[in-house]
């Protein structure tokens, strides 16, 4: 991701799958705005609701604008889009299928 590229994470802070796209965010550097969200209650956030209206669940990742829902699969494009940073998951596909696991 680029230094200019706006990146924000919803999430919560309790929830592991709000984790992982944290843990992905800060092992390749990239700068980003966590946005906390009422998991739990009926509060959800205007932003939340335009960035995932199917589930409108946590993680939503928004990549200059554009939502990635699913902490795996916000995983997966944070490791793609970041190719310029040591990978998250192992270039064997055994290794790889093993860490998806």
Do not use: T
């Not at 609701?49 to 795996?72: A, R, T, Y």
């Amino acid at each position: 991701m680029a230094k200019d590229d706006e990146v924000i994470l919803l999430g919560f802070w309790p929830s592991m799958f709000g984790v992982r796209p944290r843990i992905a965010l800060d092992e390749k550097e990239v700068a980003y705005e966590y946005r906390e969200e009422d998991f739990m209650g009926n509060n959800k956030s205007s932003l939340l609701l335009q960035m995932n209206p199917i589930h409108k669940k946590i993680p939503v990742l928004i990549h200059n604008g554009k939502p990635i829902c699913e902490s795996f699969i916000a995983v997966e494009y944070i490791d793609e889009v970041g190719k310029d940073k040591a990978p998250l998951l192992p270039s064997d596909p055994y290794e790889r299928a093993q860490a998806r696991f």
